[in-house]
T-cell receptor
Framework: DGGITQSPKYLFRKEGQNVTLSCEQNLNHDAMYWYRQDPGQGLRLIYYSQIVNDFQKGDIAEGYSVSREKKESFPLTVTSAQKNPTAFYLC???????????FGQGTRLTVV | DAKTTQPPSMDCAEGRAANLPCNHSTISGNEYVYWYRQIHSQGPQYIIHGLKNNETNEMASLIITEDRKSSTLILPHATLRDTAVYYCIVRIFGGTSYGKLTFGQGTILTVHP
């Protein structure tokens, strides 16, 4: 079955450590997105990519980094520079036309 | 980038139509309007989208005003399972922000018996 997979579902890290969240899709989608969601809040865009080897900052990119070496994969690294990394992270993918985006089930990151 | 404005919360009786408004007064000609919903911090689920014409699918109807500055999502017969956060989004198809998909705060819809 085609879909978008985020792993792991829950992730715990110590403060000061970098951590990488995985996002893989087998939908042959060109565009991929990373969002952050805090309790009771909407989704905020971190980074997005329309094509391999290219990506753009979203609204809250500070303290995060991404790569897009393969069409299927768009990993997000939460660096130690991110002051409040504990959050729910969602990945999405879509074609570059006006069809809908598909979302993964999210990774809940807790930094202690 | 066009911003969207939605009421923070709405109530609806089960079996009645739920009409969720969205304001996108700065929308440009190359921006589509999308609606998603999110239940219990799962990944958002796509509902419907449109450019300027009204749209209908098995889940909902989307009514876009002629000037495109606002839209309304209609769930014709709301059920308890429609209780969720509903997001109205504009997506850009032009310029340096091509493909950018930005969410707002959404509307919490509560369907009650």
């Amino acid at each position: 079955d085609g879909g978008i997979t985020q792993s792991p579902k829950y992730l715990f890290r110590k403060e000061g450590q970098n951590v990488t969240l995985s996002c893989e899709q087998n939908l042959n989608h060109d565009a991929m997105y990373w969002y952050r969601q805090d309790p009771g809040q909407g989704l905020r865009l971190i980074y997005y990519s329309q094509i391999v080897n290219d990506f753009q900052k979203g609204d809250i990119a500070e303290g995060y980094s991404v790569s897009r070496e393969k069409k299927e994969s768009f990993p997000l690294t939460v660096t130690s520079a991110q002051k409040n990394p504990t959050a729910f992270y969602l990945c999405a993918s879509t074609l570059t036309d006006n069809t809908e985006a598909f979302f993964g089930q999210g990774t809940r990151l807790t930094v202690v | 980038d066009a911003k969207t404005t939605q009421p923070p919360s709405m109530d609806c009786a089960e079996g009645r139509a739920a009409n969720l408004p969205c304001n996108h007064s700065t929308i440009s000609g190359n921006e589509y309007v999308y609606w998603y919903r999110q239940i219990h911090s799962q990944g958002p689920q796509y509902i419907i989208h449109g450019l300027k014409n009204n749209e209908t699918n098995e889940m909902a109807s989307l009514i876009i005003t002629e000037d495109r500055k606002s839209s309304t999502l209609i769930l014709p017969h709301a059920t308890l399972r429609d209780t969720a956060v509903y997001y109205c989004i504009v997506r850009i198809f032009g310029g340096t922000s091509y493909g950018k998909l930005t969410f707002g705060q959404g509307t919490i819809l509560t369907v009650h018996p």
